[in-house]
């Protein structure tokens, strides 16, 4: 199976910062990648697909990018509406593995 | 709208079976492969199973092979997953999710809490 490692798993940080959160795949899966937030209480959200391809609706502040074994998501310029929890999926092969999610709170 | 939900949480005791049903609106049911995602209390999402538009196809998560089926009712817009032999560690919420053209899952219900304890 493979192994999907989110980092960091929490993360704080202010209204306005730039953040990044990596996941490093356990072998190569090209661009099989997809982000989800997920809110308390609330079902998860598709944010980015084919690992730079951003759903739509979803804020342009948001982008993927990576392929291979790295991936990251980076938000531009951070909205109270943007904490939450961030988890990554490989969809190149079975079973679809999620990552162990990035917490980010307000610091 | 596009909507889709859960149904037939409960608790049960290890060694129990369940059927959980997911109700479709809103979009062609038959067009769209369907998962179950799973998060148990206080932990991350798991991916569970898929079965493609027909029902050909189905994979399951090593964790639940073996115990656990999907399958759907075209006919019903309704995605089910049969559940026996359950087991502490199957205690989550369920997510049903349609699958885009893709592969990515773009439309979640909001879950059904199965509890698994004596």
């Known amino acids: 199976d493979i192994q999907l490692t989110q980092s960091p798993s929490f993360l704080s940080a202010s209204v306005g910062d730039r953040v990044t959160i990596t996941c490093r795949a356990s072998?190569?899966?090209?661009?099989?990648l997809a982000w989800y937030q997920q809110k308390p209480g609330k079902a998860p959200k598709l944010l980015i697909y084919?690992?730079?391809t951003l759903q739509s609706g979803v804020p342009s502040r948001f982008s993927g990018s990576g392929s291979g074994t790295e991936f990251t998501l980076t938000i531009s310029s951070l909205q109270p509406e943007d904490f939450a929890t961030y988890y990554c999926q490989q969809l190149n092969s079975y079973p679809r593995t999620f990552g162990g999610g990035t917490k980010v709170e307000i610091k | 709208e596009v909507q889709l939900v859960e149904s037939g949480g409960v608790v049960v005791q290890p060694g129990g079976s369940l059927r959980l049903s997911c109700a479709a609106s809103?979009?062609?049911?038959?067009?769209?492969?369907m998962h179950w995602v799973r998060q148990a209390p206080g932990k991350g999402l798991e991916w569970v199973s898929l079965i493609s538009w027909d029902g050909g196809s189905t994979y399951y998560a090593d964790s639940v092979k073996g115990r656990f089926t999907i399958s759907r009712d075209n006919s019903k817009n309704s995605l089910y997953l049969q559940m026996n032999s359950l087991r502490t560690e199957d205690t989550a919420l369920y997510y049903c999710?349609?699958?885009?053209?893709?592969?990515?899952?773009?439309?979640w219900g909001k879950g059904t809490t199965v509890t698994v304890s004596s």
């Open positions: 084919a690992a730079s």
């Open positions: 809103g979009f062609t049911f038959d067009d769209y492969t």
């Open positions: 072998q190569g899966i090209s661009s099989y």
């Open positions: 999710a349609k699958e885009k053209v893709g592969g990515y899952m773009d439309v």
